[in-house]
């Protein structure tokens, strides 16, 4: 069985500090990792993924991730952050589960707090 | 392009009375089709899945139901509703038989009262 935890419920910074949200994952097989943004009353959208390669992904809004399979992390960073960055950030993993299907396990959330 | 609508976007109901939560997808076909519930604080939690007409997989164990009468159509339904079923509801859709990204609607904000 897969499992996601995200170690911070809300990570509070000011603006154009540099921030990293932190996931780790458990999994018996190979996994394929995510994150995702959600806004106010809003749905989610993807911000990157790691399905296989280079392990050090980027996506958009200048996020990106490092993929660490020793360490069962995929932690989120990104080196300034602006005040419309603000949201809430889900990590997601998912593997091969029965009948073929891919059925992701969310984290908890985090909630990004940008301060002016 | 594929776009996924999810309507309505709000609703309050008070406690007891049914529920029909419609959820439609376009530009795809056979898309694998999801029901999420937020509530506060707890993340995402996966209630339904379908992989094809009149395929539905249920997470939880609970007094919501998921039926998928067309391809591309994807309703949450509740004879009663209780008060514990307030919450934000997302529904998503992603291709089958692939690892790949989860499409989200807009989501409903439902109060039950």
């Known amino acids: 069985a897969q499992s996601v935890t995200q170690l911070d419920s809300q990570v509070p910074v000011f603006e154009e500090a540099p921030v990293e949200l932190r996931c780790n994952y458990s999994s018996s097989v190979s996994v394929y990792l995510f994150w995702y943004v959600q806004y106010p009353n809003q749905g989610l959208q993807l911000l990157l993924k790691y399905l296989s390669g280079s392990t050090l992904v980027k996506g958009i809004n200048g996020f990106e991730a490092e993929f660490n399979k020793s360490q069962t992390s995929f932690h989120l960073r990104k080196p300034s952050v602006h005040i419309s960055d603000t949201a809430e950030y889900f990590c997601a993993v998912s593997d091969r589960g029965s009948g073929g299907s891919y059925i992701p396990t969310f984290g908890r959330g985090t909630s990004l707090i940008v301060h002016p | 392009s594929q776009t996924i609508h999810q309507w309505p976007a709000t609703l309050v109901q008070p406690v007891g009375s049914p529920l029909s939560l419609e959820c439609t997808v376009e530009?795809?076909?056979?898309?694998?089709l999801y029901w999420y519930r937020q509530a506060a604080g707890r993340g995402l939690q996966l209630l339904f899945y379908?992989?094809?007409?009149?395929?539905i997989s249920s997470e939880v164990p609970q007094n919501l139901s998921a039926s998928r009468p067309q391809d591309r159509q994807f309703i949450l339904s509740s004879k009663k509703l209780l008060l514990s079923d307030s919450g934000f509801y997302l529904c998503a859709w992603s291709v089958p038989g692939t690892v790949t990204r989860q499409y989200f609607g807009p989501g409903t904000r439902l109060t039950v009262t």
């Open positions: 379908s992989v094809g007409i009149g395929q």
């Open positions: 530009g795809t076909s056979n898309p694998n």
